[in-house]
């Protein structure tokens, strides 16, 4: 119970905050200039967009609760069964950041959704 | 005259350079995943969740040499990633660095003595599968501003 509370946790404050990132980083503007001085340029107009702090936050969240996982689990047990973000990164592609996500790529997510699943049985 | 041979030359010092880069990071990723773990295990799991037994856990993990060379490997990794992203498409990296979840249950064996028994590594490898049947998808299927405005028009 203890396991899988820590998971959502990794999942979804992950995935949550790579989301807010990307939306963040969508909102900065692309990155063209590559020179030291234009990308300090880039990482000031970053932090000034609220979903980066947002999204910083939720990956402190998830970092702490992958250290918790670890503490009572094996890694060769934690590890693959955090691939579930790339089910939780589509969804919210999807839904948060209207992106279009092609069947090819839910194919995908479903096929890593069983192997989590094989991983997650294999515990027991 | 020497044009094709220069140019042969130079795809095949970037092929080499990629999988160079490629075998850091596959290597990197699941050392400091393998790292973090061994740090972690010498750390008591939370029991009463009290914010002074918190603050204590937090304190042991702040001090523990094996959490940050675990952070110092993540950290290196991500620069390799960024850095190959530099010059490789995001599609064929991603992919590429799905087998970082097999050689994380190697190194677990290995450095941690973790038994991966015969379901588990064949999850691995269905994960694995997963993870490169997604990478074979288009890594942009929107435009940039298009997809920040349709986002705020929707809140």
Redesign the interface.
Known sequence: MREAFLLFLVIFAGTGGELCIS?AM??AG?VTDFRPASLLRFVWRAMRVGWTWIGISMMAVAFFS???M???E???????VT?LS?AAG?LGAAV???????A??W????????????????KH | MTGAPANSNRASGLHLRTYAALAVIITLA?LG??L??KG??G????TTWHPSELFSILGQ?LSSPY?WLGIAAQLAFFVAYMVVLSWADYSYVQPACAFS?AV??V???LM?G?I??P??A?????????????????PR??D??H??E??LE?G
């Open positions: 939306r969508k909102t692309e992958l250290l918790g670890l503490s009572i094996a890694v060769s047990f934690v590890v693959p691939a790339y589509a948060f950041l209207r992106e279009r996500v092609s090819q790529r194919l995908g997510v479903l096929i890593v959704c069983v192997g989590v699943t094989m991983v997650w049985l294999s | 699941p995943n393998v973090l773990g972690m295990k750390i008591a799991a939370a993990i959490i979840y994380v249950a190194l677990g064996y941690l973790e991966v028994n379901l588990r064949a999850g691995i490898a269905v994960i694995c599968l997963g993870v490169i049947v997604v990478g074979r998808t288009a299927t929107t940039p501003i997809a920040v349709r986002a929707h």
